[in-house]
C-alpha cells in the first residue's frame, strides 16, 4: 500500500483462496480494461464476462489475454454456459473455452431446470481440465428454495468438484440469497454457514449494504462477487475499514471507547 496504517485487517496477496474478490465485466471496452487493470487489477481475483456478454462484446480474446496477462482469472458467465446447454452444445462449450484458453468456468440452472444429478455431472467433468465455479439459487424473482436444499446442493456440487459455490443474487441483488428490498435472508444464510464453510462460498454483493453486511458478520476475507468495475476500490476500503460503514470494525476497544 502506498503507507502504514496499523489496525488495517491482514489480507493474503494473489493468488489467494479466500477474500476473492469477483468483478463483473458487463461489456467494458478494451482501453477501459486496460484502465481497470491499471488501477485494480492487485485487487481482484476474478472477472466474470456477464451473462451472454461475451457474445457480442467488441475485442473479447484481446480483454481476455489484458486480465491474464494481470494474473485475473476470467470466466464466462453462466448465463452463457446455460444457454450452450439448452441448445445441446455441451461439446461446443468446451470448444468455446479452449478457444480462448480459459482456465476457469460457470456451471450454472438460474434461468433453465437441470436435474441436480445432471448438473454434477457437467461440474465433474470440467472439473477434469477447469477451475470451476457452481451457482446455486434463482434468477427468478419470488422463487424460494428451501435452506435444506440450498445447502444440498451446495454440499454436491462441491464433492463434484466445484473449487467455489456461487450464491445467486443476479447482477441487481434483489432475488436468491437477498429479499426484493435488497437485504439478505438471515436466517437462510446462518443455516447454510452452519453446513457449508463460508471460505467455499462466493457471495454475489453487487449492493454496498449487501457488501457491508457480509463483510460485518463474516470478517474482511469474505468472498464477495458481482462487483461493478468501478467498485472494486470502494469494496476494499469497506473490507480495510477505511470507510465510514466498517471504520471502527477492526480498531482497539479503546481507541473504539475514545472516538466513537
Not at 168 to 183: D, F, K, L, Q
Request: contains cysteine; hydrophobic residues 40%.
Amino acid at each position: 500500500m502506498n503507507f502504514e496504517l496499523p489496525h488495517i485487517p491482514s489480507r493474503e496477496g494473489h493468488p489467494r483462496e479466500t477474500g476473492l474478490t469477483m468483478m463483473m465485466d458487463k461489456g467494458l471496452s478494451w482501453r477501459e480494461t486496460e484502465n481497470f487493470i491499471d488501477s485494480s487489477a492487485h485487487l481482484t481475483d476474478l472477472v466474470k464476462f456477464g451473462f451472454g456478454t461475451s457474445y457480442v462484446t467488441k475485442d473479447l480474446e484481446k480483454k481476455i489475454n489484458l486480465y491474464k496477462e494481470a494474473g485475473i482469472k476470467t470466466y464466462f458467465g453462466g448465463t452463457l454456459f446455460e444457454a450452450f446447454i439448452a441448445r445441446n452444445m455441451f461439446d461446443d462449450y468446451r470448444k468455446l473455452m479452449d478457444k480462448y484458453q480459459m482456465k476457469t468456468c460457470e456451471v450454472s440452472d438460474g434461468s433453465i431446470e437441470l436435474p441436480q444429478e445432471k448438473k454434477c455431472e457437467y461440474i465433474s467433468t470440467l472439473a477434469k481440465d477447469f477451475t470451476v465455479l457452481s451457482e446455486v439459487g434463482s434468477k427468478e424473482e419470488g422463487i424460494f428454495i428451501s435452506p435444506s436444499k440450498w445447502i444440498s446442493m451446495m454440499q454436491t456440487e462441491l464433492e463434484a468438484g466445484s473449487w467455489k459455490v456461487i450464491a445467486e443474487a443476479r447482477e441487481s441483488g434483489n432475488v436468491g440469497i437477498y429479499r426484493p428490498n435488497g437485504t439478505a435472508h438471515v436466517a437462510l444464510v446462518n443455516k447454510i454457514i452452519a453446513q457449508v464453510k463460508v471460505e467455499n462460498i462466493l457471495w454475489e454483493a453487487p449492493q454496498k449494504g449487501q457488501q457491508v453486511w457480509f463483510i460485518k458478520q463474516f470478517g474482511s476475507n469474505v468472498n464477495l462477487g458481482n462487483i461493478a468495475h468501478n467498485e472494486v476500490i470502494p469494496l476494499e476500503c469497506l473490507r480495510l475499514g477505511l470507510r465510514g460503514d466498517t471504520f471502527f470494525d477492526s480498531l482497539p476497544q479503546e481507541l473504539v471507547a475514545e472516538f466513537k
